[in-house]
C-alpha cells in the first residue's frame, strides 16, 4: 500500500516536473493505489496470502 501512495506522490510531481510523463503516469497510479486497496480490502495484500 505504501509503494501505491508513493507512486502517486510521484506521477503528482511528475505533472509538473514533466506534464506529458506526469498526464501519462497519473491515471496509472490512481488505478494501482485502487488495486492496492482492493486486495488489502479483500485480505490478500502484498505481504499476505498473494504477494
Known amino acids: 500500500m505504501g509503494i ?4 502517486l506522490l510521484v506521477s503528482i ?3 509538473f516536473v514533466v506534464p ?8 496509472l497510479a ?9 486486495f488489502k480490502v479483500l485480505g490478500w495484500g ?3 496470502g498473494r504477494s
Open 46 to 48: 502484498f505481504g499476505g
Open 20 to 27: 506529458p510523463v506526469g498526464i501519462i503516469a497519473t491515471p
Open 4 to 7: 501505491a501512495v508513493v507512486a
Open 30 to 38: 490512481v488505478i494501482w493505489v485502487i488495486l492496492a486497496f482492493v
Open 13 to 15: 510531481v511528475l505533472i
